[in-house]
């Protein structure tokens, strides 16, 4: 019944998707839009909403991947970007603002003592991943259930089963273990002399959806230099959205090496690997040519690309002044707490919890509830999992799509565009939508 009302009221974005699946793998080109029978086509965005091609208009929580903390087209980061395209979109040369963005993220993070900037936050975690094999002259990467670090080999590493593609000795360089039990990691780091460098999502796993315990996140920095291992701080997601200055500063914690993306690039693609300038430095010419043959290579055409600069630049300015993660924050809290309501009225089985301003939807499983009232997932696994595996994320999409919501996955993220109004609208579209997975 539901997937007939979604046929019919997206027909567009079915049509698109028939062209589609005879051009891209399942039709897609990002593996998270994946949705059953069809995912919906956007054709234009502003603020916190968004029109798919057959005209709705949905409340987005995609935000661009976590990427847009203002929204989609704020005014300040359009003008930036419209007046360097003018300008050139490749100058091919060294640029004034690649020099004012990385300074905007010195002064916001003072760990980022050197800093190279990236096409992607995959490319991020890559060249932190092998700075700290060059600095340590060790291989292996510890990495932590559920948390994600983009697609490349290491990324994709580790895991109990060899993705496709993946060389077997790179799943040996990578040794996965379980978040929040520092026994269970300083046992990896004593039994296995050969680790470079621990990378791990200081918000928690897959941006929040298995949280992590601040304590746990101390741990992790005094065992990592304790065994002169380095601490990668992967803020793809976390970076100028959980405080100005990243986890780093909401846990008052020092990595070795950051990975940036998204939000530091104010919605367009990009990266940055800042840190220690002892390691980042390891990427600079020593005038030596055969040293200079053997450093750490890394190179990208379009790195600190003009267009990335200019809505950074404008993107940071804001985030400066420390009211876009306040607000979004604040939204998020009144978010979740709205959608716990409307769960309990309903008495259904279920909980909403998040951090910042990310927020997951966990249904059918039970959480533990915190001392500030707040949820927290029971199991290591996490919520997702089970949810995944009941289907129930694509049926609580769909729903949440036929109600006029966009959530990314279970969940999503706020911005600043996001109003009280848009919060009401969506508790209210979580309520029906509920009613609607009844059927
Ligand atoms: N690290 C984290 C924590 C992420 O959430 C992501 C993307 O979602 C990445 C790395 C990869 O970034 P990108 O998609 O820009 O390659």
């Given at each position: 019944m539901q997937e007939e009302q979604y046929r019919a009221r997206f027909s567009g974005s079915a049509a698109l998707f028939g062209r589609a699946q005879r051009l891209f793998p399942?039709?897609?080109?990002?593996?998270?839009?994946y949705l059953e029978p069809f995912p919906v086509y956007a054709a234009r965005a502003a603020g916190a909403h968004k029109w798919d091609v057959d005209g709705h208009e949905l409340i987005d929580y995609w935000m661009g991947h976590g990427a847009l903390l203002l929204g989609h087209a704020h005014p300040t980061l359009v003008e930036a970007v419209t007046a360097q395209v003018a300008r050139g979109t490749h100058l091919g040369a060294n640029h004034p603002l690649e020099v004012e963005w990385a300074e905007l993220v010195q002064a916001l993070m003072p760990a980022v003592e050197r800093i190279r900037f990236t096409n992607s936050g995959t490319e991020a975690t890559q060249l932190a991943m092998r700075l700290a094999r060059a600095y340590t002259g060790r291989t292996r990467i510890v990495k932590f259930q559920?948390?994600?670090?983009?697609?490349h080999d290491t990324a994709a590493a580790g895991g109990a089963v060899r993705p496709a593609g993946i060389p077997e000795e790179v799943m040996e360089a990578a040794l996965v273990v379980p978040p929040n039990e520092p026994r269970v990691l300083e046992e990896a780091l004593r039994s296995h002399p050969d680790v470079a460098g621990v990378i791990i999502e200081p918000g928690g796993g897959a941006w929040g959806e298995l949280p992590v315990r601040a304590q746990f996140l101390h741990d992790v920095r005094d065992l990592t230099e304790r065994y002169g291992v380095v601490l990668i701080f992967?803020?793809?997601?976390?970076?100028?959205?959980?405080?100005p200055g990243g986890a780093q500063q909401y846990y008052g914690i020092r990595p070795d090496l950051v990975c940036l993306g998204k939000i530091l690039c104010g919605g367009l693609p990009g990266g940055a690997v800042g840190g220690r300038a002892e390691i980042v430095d390891?990427?600079?010419?020593?005038?030596d040519p055969a040293r200079d043959a053997r450093k750490v290579a890394h190179l990208g055409t379009?790195?600190?690309?003009p267009l990335s600069a200019a809505a950074g630049i404008a993107m940071l300015r804001q985030v400066q002044t420390g009211e876009p993660t306040r607000q979004a924050a604040q939204l998020n809290a009144r978010l979740v707490a709205a959608l716990n309501e409307v769960l309990e009225r309903r008495r259904v089985k279920g909980f909403v919890y998040g951090l910042s301003s990310w927020f997951h939807v966990a249904l059918g499983t039970e959480g533990e509830r915190q001392a500030d009232g707040s949820w927290w997932p029971l199991t290591t696994a996490g919520a997702g999992a089970e949810l995944a595996a009941q289907g129930l994320v694509q049926r609580l999409r769909r729903a949440m799509l036929l109600e006029g919501v966009d959530l990314m996955r279970n969940g999503g993220f706020l911005s600043t565009a996001h109003t009280l109004a848009d919060l009401e609208a969506t508790a209210q579209a979580f309520d029906r939508a509920l009613e609607r997975m009844r059927e």
């Open positions: 399942s039709g897609l080109t990002h593996d998270a839009r559920g948390h994600f670090h983009g697609w992967d803020e793809v997601v976390t970076g100028f959205r959980m405080a390891l990427l600079a010419f020593t005038g379009f790195n600190a690309n």
